[in-house]
C-alpha cells in the first residue's frame, strides 16, 4: 500500500490569497530561462496515492510560462486573474472559472495580461514525459501565423 496523507488532514489556507499551509511554493523549472515570473505549487500529488498530479501555477503580470509541447495532456482551471493561452495555434483569452484542455502535442503557453497575477490549477498525469521546446523550424512554422507570433515568447 501507498503510503498517503490521511483522509482527515486538511491544508488550510493562509491569509494570503492562493497559499496554503503545508504546500511550498516551488521554482517552475530549475536552470531554464523559458518563462518569467512563474511560480508553482504541487497541492496534491505522489503523496496522495493518486495517479494524477494537481499544481497550482501563478504567472505574474507580464509574465508567461514556457513555450512547450509533451505527450501528456493538461487540464486546466484558471483561478485568478486575466490572460491568455496558446493551444496547438489558437491563442484564446483566459479569466477566472474558464477551462483549458491542452492535448497531447499541442503547442501551449500561457501568459499574463492583467494587473494581477493569473493563477490556474494544472491537472497533469503523475507519470509523465518531459516537456519539448520547439526547434527553429518548428518556431518558424507555429510563428508563421500573426496572431501566434504577436503572443509567444521565448
Keep these: 500500500m ?3 496523507r490521511p483522509a482527515t488532514e486538511a491544508l488550510r489556507a493562509q491569509p494570503e490569497p492562493f497559499r496554503w ?4 511554493e516551488l521554482v517552475y523549472k ?4 523559458t518563462f518569467r515570473g512563474v511560480t508553482r505549487r504541487v497541492l496534491f500529488g505522489a503523496g496522495d496515492g493518486q495517479a494524477v498530479e494537481v499544481r497550482y501555477f501563478e504567472v ?3 509574465g508567461w510560462t514556457t513555450l512547450e509541447h509533451h505527450e501528456h495532456t493538461h487540464q486546466v482551471v484558471v483561478l485568478r486573474g486575466s490572460g491568455a493561452a496558446l493551444v496547438q495555434d489558437r491563442v484564446v483569452p ?3 472559472h474558464d477551462l483549458v484542455f491542452v492535448p497531447a502535442w499541442a503547442w501551449h503557453q500561457f501568459r499574463a495580461t492583467g494587473d494581477e497575477p493569473l493563477g490556474f490549477q494544472c491537472i497533469v498525469p503523475l507519470d509523465r514525459d518531459r516537456p519539448m521546446l520547439p526547434d527553429e523550424a518548428e518556431y518558424a512554422a507555429l510563428t508563421a501565423a500573426p496572431e501566434v507570433a504577436a503572443f509567444v515568447r521565448r
Design 2 to 4: 501507498t503510503d498517503v
Design 21 to 24: 499551509d503545508g504546500v511550498d
Design 30 to 33: 530549475e536552470h531554464d530561462t
Design 60 to 62: 505574474a503580470p507580464g
Design 94 to 96: 483566459l479569466q477566472q
